[in-house]
């Protein structure tokens, strides 16, 4: 079994900072792609940012300028720093990744999100 555990949403004003983590733990043999995702109430749920094994990034086009995603991959960890945030960043935030486990078999896994709320 493989979970993915969020950390850092809150509350923050305009312009403020936050940092999200998540962490991948159980059977993990490898992690090739992971990702931060978005879900904002009553729409649906957008990528953010993708980050590979060997440090490559992409980022959705309105995003790219704010948000940096980054990766240890000695600890399992995608970190998705948001710099700049707006009210219209507020959402659930989803860590997402394809993990290879002890199988040998490459599964599509999600964290069960972390909330970020910014006010205006």
């Known amino acids: 079994q493989v979970q993915l555990l969020e950390s850092g949403g809150g509350l923050v004003q305009a312009g403020e900072s936050l940092r999200l983590s998540c962490v991948a733990s159980?059977?993990?043999?490898?992690?090739?792609?992971m990702r931060w995702y978005r879900q904002a109430p009553g729409k649906e749920r957008d990528m953010v940012a993708q980050?590979?094994?060997?440090?490559?990034?992409s980022y959705a086009d309105s995003m790219k300028d704010r948000f940096t995603i980054s990766r240890d991959n000695a600890k399992n960890t995608v970190f998705l720093q948001m710099d700049s945030l707006r009210p219209e960043d507020t959402a659930v935030y989803y860590c997402?990744?394809?993990?290879?486990?002890?199988?040998?078999?490459?599964?599509?896994?999600w964290g069960q999100g972390t909330q970020v709320t910014v006010s205006s």
């Open positions: 159980g059977t993990v043999f490898g992690i090739s792609f």
């Open positions: 997402n990744a394809d993990v290879r486990d002890w199988t040998s078999r490459t599964r599509n896994y």
């Open positions: 980050i590979e094994h060997d440090g490559t990034a």
